[in-house]
């Protein structure tokens, strides 16, 4: 051979292997797509956060490349197979539910108990997304695993899937992931259609002080109510009530602000970063996708109609100077502290006086518990 014919051949070689000769239309799409979700994060806020980590791995997921150079996701010695074993393997999310309990001040649940009982009515979004994708043809382990999107909670979604149904990971996550972003325009339209002017405007009392001693007790009885009832939510709330003791317990500051702070960061950006990677187009645009996101806006829409519709119903049933404002019940799904923001806006917008923050803060972290409740009995009836 010639060394003409040598540099030739080298440089076909070469051209092929580029990604301009392995791109195909669903790869510019899915590119267009991380795009949107950055310029989402960046020009509108977002989540930024959840959304330029996810959007950019959306982008390096979609590169084309000739398969066996392990460099994607979906091979087995590539970095970016061996970082996704986080969530395939379900490491990271009880990572993340460290560093929520370390941050998650419970003061609001304890000192208004009853509370908790909206964040346990708005699940009432993953049972009912599960019964409408079991009518639509999926298998109980894959509805199961549709259907926790409507907690709002991305890594329970994550966590769920990766133990029932490995294949739809990958949307389920990016699904989750986005309605979480999507919390402050979904949920005011819903919360305005169910609610009248005069309820809008409900002050409630404030809460009681709550002592130390109870911020201490409560994440230990926690910790044994829920997971005598569900053992196999023990990797999501043992890592939750364990975060919240470290940050209650006064003597452990420095573990506390590593959970909520170093390591709470580093999985994140892992976390976005695969989750983001797994919409490799060759296996995620798909009609099941597609379901999976129609069923995912759902059950969120639902799970909010859920807790402000209780919160209602709980009002029939208390005097008139303890009504709960029905805006709180959208904070019932488990989107921390943004589903609280929202009723705390809303309410301030028919009444400037009337702060609700602190009050949503009770039924936002309950439905914490509650779709990690959820995630359990689910996983302990379908594994």
């Given at each position: 051979?010639?060394?003409?014919?040598?540099?030739?051949?080298?440089?076909?070689?070469?051209?092929?292997?580029?990604?301009?000769?392995?791109?195909?239309?669903?790869?510019?799409?899915?590119?267009a797509v991380g795009a949107l979700f950055i310029w989402l994060a960046i020009k509108h806020n977002f989540e930024p956060l959840l959304l330029v980590p996810i959007g950019m791995g959306i982008i390096v997921g979609n590169i084309p490349f000739v398969p066996g150079?392990?460099?994607?996701?979906?091979?087995?010695?590539?970095?970016?197979?061996?970082f996704y074993q986080g969530v395939r393997q379900g490491w990271y999310p009880p990572l993340i539910f460290l560093g929520i309990g370390?941050?998650?001040?419970?003061?609001?649940?304890?000192s208004n108990p009853k509370l908790i009982l909206i964040g346990a009515a708005a699940q009432f979004g993953i049972f009912g997304a599960y019964m409408i994708a079991l009518a639509l043809g999926f298998?109980?382990?894959?509805?199961?695993?549709?259907?926790?999107?409507?907690?709002?909670?991305g890594p329970t979604a994550i966590f769920l899937s990766s133990k029932l149904c490995p294949s739809f990971l990958g949307a389920i996550a990016v699904c989750a992931y986005s309605y979480m972003a999507l919390v402050?325009?979904?949920?005011?339209?819903?919360?305005r259609l169910l609610t009248t002017k005069k309820e809008r405007v409900i002050k409630m009392k404030p809460g009681r002080q709550v002592s130390q001693t109870e911020r201490i007790l409560f994440p230990i009885i926690g910790?044994?109510?829920?997971?005598?009832?569900?053992?196999?939510?023990?990797?999501?709330?043992?890592?939750?009530?364990?975060?919240?003791?470290?940050?209650?317990?006064?003597?452990?500051d420095r573990l506390a602000k590593t959970a909520t702070n170093a390591l709470n960061n580093a999985i994140v950006i892992l976390l976005g970063l695969t989750v983001g990677c797994s919409t490799q187009a060759s296996v995620f645009l798909t009609i099941d996708t597609i379901k999976i996101f129609f069923l995912g806006a759902l059950a969120f829409i639902i799970a909010t109609a859920s807790g402000v519709l209780f919160v209602k119903f709980m009002?029939?049933?208390?005097?008139?100077?303890?009504?709960?404002?029905?805006?709180?019940?959208?904070?019932g799904v488990s989107a921390v502290p943004m589903a609280a923001r929202i009723s705390n806006n809303l309410g301030l917008e028919y009444d400037r006086h009337n702060f609700l923050l602190m009050h949503a803060m009770?039924?936002?972290?309950?439905?914490?518990?509650?779709?990690?409740?959820?995630?359990?009995?689910l996983l302990g009836f379908l594994s």
């Open positions: 051979m010639s060394i003409g014919d040598f540099i030739v051949n080298n440089l076909e070689t070469f051209l092929n292997l580029t990604g301009v000769a392995q791109c195909q239309y669903e790869n510019l799409l899915m590119i150079m392990e460099v994607g996701l979906y091979e087995e010695g590539s970095v970016l197979n061996i370390a941050m998650t001040d419970f003061s609001a649940l304890i298998e109980p382990n894959q509805a199961a695993s549709i259907a926790i999107i409507g907690g709002a909670d402050p325009v979904l949920q005011p339209v819903v919360m910790l044994l109510l829920t997971t005598f009832i569900v053992p196999s939510g023990l990797p999501l709330l043992g890592m939750l009530f364990f975060g919240n003791l470290l940050k209650e317990s006064g003597k452990t009002n029939l049933f208390l005097s008139k100077d303890n009504q709960i404002n029905p805006l709180i019940g959208n904070a009770g039924p936002n972290v309950g439905g914490v518990i509650g779709s990690a409740v959820a995630a359990g009995a």
